[in-house]
């Protein structure tokens, strides 16, 4: 299977900015699908913004013009760039990968650990 592990999670004023990291443990082969999702308490997870082995992205609606979604496929990570953050962009932050892997057999479905990010003053 492929382990995604994340980091860059932390405590950030209003306005303030955060990026967030997901390396893959095993080299992606495209076609694949990278997202990241966020789940506040007592809320349902929703999705992000996501980015395609071809770079095409989608964002959703509260975040369209602060966070960037981008890839190092050197790397096989996946990055995340929070700007202008507010207290309701607190949550923990799940990365996503969906696709094939070197050595993995059919397509994969993995989560990451999550990470917290709390805006506050």
Avoid: H
Avoid at 14 to 29: D, F, K
Avoid at 40 to 62: K, L, N
Avoid at 87 to 101: F, H, K, L
């Amino acid at each position: 299977q492929v382990q995604l592990v994340e980091s860059g999670g932390g405590l950030v004023q209003p306005g303030g900015s955060l990026r967030l990291s997901c390396t893959a443990s095993r080299r992606l082969i495209s076609p694949y699908r990278m997202a990241w999702y966020r789940q506040a308490p007592g809320e349902q997870r929703e999705s992000v913004a996501q980015i395609t082995s071809d770079g095409a992205t989608i964002y959703g609606d509260s975040v369209k013009g602060r966070f960037t979604i981008s890839t190092d496929n050197a790397k096989n990570t996946v990055y995340l760039q929070m700007n202008s953050l507010k207290p309701e962009d607190t949550a923990v932050y799940y990365c996503y990968v969906n696709g094939r892997a070197v050595n993995v057999v059919g397509i994969f479905n993995s989560w990451g650990q999550g990470t917290q990010v709390t805006v506050s003053s």
